[in-house]
């Protein structure tokens, strides 16, 4: 597993971007088996977990603070999963990370993630 994310950027509060975070290792297969997380961090602070989805892409999890706001999916044809972040807040910038997991709970638990993407920066200008 190898993962790149993008789309990251600035934005004015109540705007939207859709991060894309992609699998470049050798095995379709080995993608459609984990969890797929997205987790941020901002300046000075621990990594939060943000959301969460299992590999058939029926359950979702989030955090409270983006519930009703971001929605995550995966496209496991394409091994990539998304964050498609609506209502944007200053308090949502941050460096975000995708993550992948081997089924491992708690999901919202960074240290259950093997694979970490690279991250890429969102800033939510007031």
């Known amino acids: 597993v190898q993962l790149q994310a993008s789309g990251g950027g600035l934005v004015q509060a109540g705007g939207s971007l859709r991060l894309s975070c992609a699998d470049s290792?050798?095995?379709?297969?080995?993608?459609?088996?984990?969890?797929m997380g997205w987790f941020r961090q901002a300046p000075g602070k621990e990594r939060e977990f943000v959301a969460a989805?299992?590999?058939?892409?029926?359950?979702?999890y989030y955090a409270d603070s983006v519930k009703g706001r971001f929605t995550i999916s995966r496209e496991n044809a394409k091994n990539t999963v998304y964050l498609q972040m609506n209502s944007l807040k200053p308090e949502d910038t941050a460096v975000y990370y995708c993550?992948?997991?081997?089924?491992?709970?708690?999901?919202?638990?960074?240290?259950?993630?093997?694979?970490w993407g690279q991250g890429t920066q969102v800033t939510v200008s007031s």
């Open positions: 290792g050798r095995s379709f297969n080995s993608f459609n088996s984990y969890v």
């Open positions: 993550a992948a997991n081997p089924l491992r709970w708690p999901y919202r638990h960074y240290a259950n993630y093997d694979y």
């Open positions: 989805i299992t590999w058939s892409g029926g359950t979702p």
